[in-house]
């Protein structure tokens, strides 16, 4: 076998450098990243083993001598496991933004966060410009409260500067026990210099459910991510609605700022409004992420219309629900573009307790249609009543750095990255306030006019036609 072949010429390597005391490592490393990318080579076909054995095998000699020379000859001693973890990290950080490499303790983090309870601020971030850059506040959290906004840059997290920082990295500083304090320092383009938040640190729990009975009938649920019991807390949701006085004659489903989550509780959301037919289905290298979802008629939502509410920060899961309620005209889906993402994420255990987060496949609408790095266009487009364009700047998946091409996208061009600094001399634009509950909701307006307008039109023209 191919893994064997490597393994004996890498003895052969350690063998025949034993006298020099740092080629030692030459084979012990080659061995480690053997054992750690065996995947990369253990399932070529037959046709491609030679020449992928001869590439891999000069690629971790490579590694394996700079790996040796780092161990003899640098200054200091090193800690050979925070080599090997930075090796890790800088392999997957080559690859696209959701992927990452989880120790222990963060991927315990990681399935904190899907039972939406954690100690932090309450931000979703990306990588913007070689900086954390906010995708969206969570509202009712510290960020929100603080007034941070979607497209502010993190540009300092304590007195470190975060160029070049991952977002693993980023979150990992911010988050901490509830009651501690962190702070950063924050570049907005609407700004003229950096502006200094100090924040306290709260048990982040988030309700994924907000529902509210509106008048004449008309249901809306808030969806702020989808965590384990989403579904249940919608299908709760809908029992409410049609028990009360007025029954359910239409819906409102908010997705906006929707960072996304899982995958499972997305497609049981959408089958709940889908009688028949694909929701989504998935497309990867390997048969096991070649994946489709179907809707099953029992237990379906129907006799009302209803209305999507997105914006540039419905991501991932969320953009599921509203590509699969669009495509089989389930719903009219209102308001701006959303984020892009359409790659689906494995977590991956490995033998020691860490894991690998990595992009396995993209997603496709039930009608085909590819959104990385896209989005979904609304039926009605909708703005939110702040001017996006001139106020601040909207951070998607497009924006993101090494984010994954889009079909028939444009490579990106070579093109210098800006240093990150306030705008000094640039005048000084309107800067929006938080929306509070009672400010003016114009997409939730428009939302409302709608199913008014199809209740008065099915009242008015269908059962008098039929009567």
């Not at 992927?99 to 904190?112: A, G, H, I, R, W």
């Not at 306290?200 to 249901?219: A, C, F, H, Y």
């Amino acid at each position: 076998m191919i893994k064997e072949r490597f393994l004996k010429n890498m003895e052969k390597d350690k063998t025949h450098d034993r006298k020099d005391r740092g080629k030692k490592w030459v084979g012990t490393a080659a061995i480690i990243l053997v054992f750690f990318l065996g995947f990369m080579v253990g399932d070529l076909s037959t046709s491609r083993n030679s020449v992928q054995a001869t590439v891999a095998y000069s690629k971790l000699k490579v590694f394996g001598d700079v790996l040796s020379l780092i161990q003899s000859s640098y200054v200091e001693e090193v800690n050979m496991d925070n080599i090997v973890k930075g090796a890790i990290d800088g392999m997957v950080h080559s690859l696209d933004p959701h992927s990452s490499y989880l120790t222990p303790e963060m991927l315990k983090q990681v399935e904190v966060e899907t039972k939406g309870v954690f100690g932090g601020l309450g931000i979703e971030i990306g990588v913007k410009d070689g900086v954390p850059t906010i995708i969206a506040p969570i509202e009712d959290t510290p960020a929100a409260k603080a007034g941070l906004l979607a497209g502010d840059k993190i540009i300092r997290i304590e007195k470190e500067l975060t160029r070049n920082m991952t977002v693993m990295d980023a979150v990992k500083r911010l988050r901490g026990e509830p009651g501690t304090k962190v702070t950063i320092t924050v570049s907005r383009e609407s700004q003229p210099e950096p502006k200094v938040y100090t924040l306290t640190r709260e048990l982040i729990r988030i309700k994924s459910v907000k529902p509210k009975q509106m008048s004449d009938g008309i249901g809306y649920i808030r969806l702020t991510q989808f965590q384990q019991d989403s579904h249940q807390e919608v299908e709760r949701a809908l029992n409410e609605f049609k028990k009360s006085k007025e029954g359910l004659k239409g819906l409102i489903l908010d997705l906006r700022n929707n960072p996304g989550g899982l995958l499972d509780q997305a497609v049981r959301v959408a089958d709940a409004f889908i009688e028949s037919g694909i929701i989504v289905y998935t497309d990867g290298r390997i048969e096991a992420q070649k994946t489709k979802y179907t809707a099953h008629k029992e237990g379906t939502w129907t006799g009302f219309p209803i209305v999507v509410m997105v914006n540039a920060g419905s991501a991932s899961a969320s953009e599921i629900v509203a590509g699969a309620l669009q495509d089989h005209g389930r719903a009219i889906v209102i308001g701006q573009r959303t984020f892009g993402k359409a790659s689906v994420q494995t977590i991956l255990p490995m033998e020691d307790g860490s894991a690998l987060r990595l992009t396995t496949a993209r997603y496709y609408t039930p009608n085909g249609r590819s959104i990385q790095a896209r989005g979904i266009e609304p039926d009605i487009l909708v703005s939110d009543g702040r001017e996006e364009s001139t106020v601040f700047p909207t951070l998607r998946e497009v924006d993101i750095e090494r984010h994954l091409r889009g079909e028939n996208e444009e490579a990106p061009s070579e093109t210098p990255v800006p240093e990150v600094k306030g705008e000094k001399g640039k005048p000084k634009k309107t800067e929006p306030e938080v929306r509070r509950e009672d400010q003016k909701d114009p997409q939730l307006d428009r939302a409302i006019e709608l199913l008014k307008g199809w209740e008065i039109f099915r009242t008015r023209f269908i059962e008098n036609k039929a009567s």
